[in-house]
């Protein structure tokens, strides 16, 4: 299928790999056109539209609301092409642009680059079933498609998962500082609290030596992704202050581990 993603940074990057040993006829475009032809698959375009032209199949996976406005903008959909908008970004921005693109899908990813590269990601689908049908079989490239309802649907479910996500990060964090101030042996309390959390497993070096790079997922992204939960969360009338205080401690990290995994926030525990 001919195929086009626009975005190639850290998620873009292995998805672009997964689609072309799968066999897609494959355009890229990212604002750094060096990262895009750094990963030696494809044809590399100049401008989104240059890449979406004469695809079937339209992916994006971006910053954020900003970065997919501004790339939107610039497209002019034919008729017949199916969008595929994969960024964390919010619901509101996917209303806006379903006013010019017919079909599209909503399809945020759950998992970083390793569920990614193995094809495993958890992929929550968005749009109008016949439109999710359509793209199901570029997605299977590199995850595991759900048709998960409306592309609200799909995006807040992702701001759900990612909220969920900064929760046990930072209560991890707290509680294996604590430990140590308990005179706790580092592995045992990390090992306990994995039992508990087995995906803390991919962050074990943050947790027990206290290295936070190279980062899955960066520590500023969340607060970015933490905004848009709280957003999304307070206009449906709940009040969140679990989560609010949760995204202070994050915001509080960022000057000095902005760029740093997530679970850095553990330096903000004295």
């Known amino acids: 299928m001919r195929v086009a993603l626009l ?35 494809g044809r590399v375009e100049e401008s989104p539209a240059a890449a979406a032209a004469g695809a079937e199949v339209v992916l994006s ?5 900003r970065a997919v406005r501004d790339v939107y903008a610039r497209l002019e959909p034919d008729t017949d092409q199916a969008f595929v908008e994969m960024s964390t970004a ?10 010019r693109f ?7 990813i759950v998992g970083s680059v390793p569920a990614i590269e193995q094809g495993k990601a958890l992929i929550l689908a968005g749009g109008e079933a016949s439109d999710v049908e359509r793209v199901k079989p570029v997605l299977a490239a590199f995850g595991e498609p759900q048709h998960v309802g409306s592309r609200r649907e799909a995006a807040g479910l992702k701001l759900l998962n ?17 430990a140590g101030h308990a005179g706790l042996e580092r592995e045992a309390a990390f090992g ?8 803390l497993q991919a962050r074990k070096p943050s947790y027990t030596e206290g290295r936070h790079t190279p980062a899955m997922f960066f520590l500023r992204d969340m607060v970015k992704d933490l ?4 957003d999304l969360f307070h206009s449906a009338g709940a009040s969140m202050p679990g989560l609010g ?26």
């Not at 509101?92 to 642009?97: F, R």
């Not at 017919?102 to 945020?108: D, G, N």
């Open 102 to 108: 017919a079909h599209l899908v909503a399809a945020p």
């Open 7 to 41: 975005g190639t940074g850290k998620m873009g990057a292995p998805i672009a790999r997964r689609l072309a040993a799968a066999g897609h006829e494959l355009a890229l475009w990212n604002r750094t056109l060096e990262k895009a032809r750094s990963l030696g698959v």
């Open 90 to 99: 919010g619901p509101d921005v996917l209303d806006e642009l379903v006013e």
């Open 61 to 65: 996976i971006l910053t954020d609301a």
């Open 192 to 199: 306990l609290l994995q039992r508990q959390i087995p995906y």
């Open 227 to 230: 905004d848009l939960a709280l």
């Open 162 to 178: 990612n909220a969920m996500l900064a929760l046990w990060s930072a209560g991890a964090a707290e509680l294996m500082v604590a």
């Open 245 to 270: 205080l949760t995204r202070e401690l994050y915001a509080a990290a960022v000057p000095e581990h902005g760029e740093a995994e997530l679970s850095a926030v553990i330096e903000r525990f004295p």
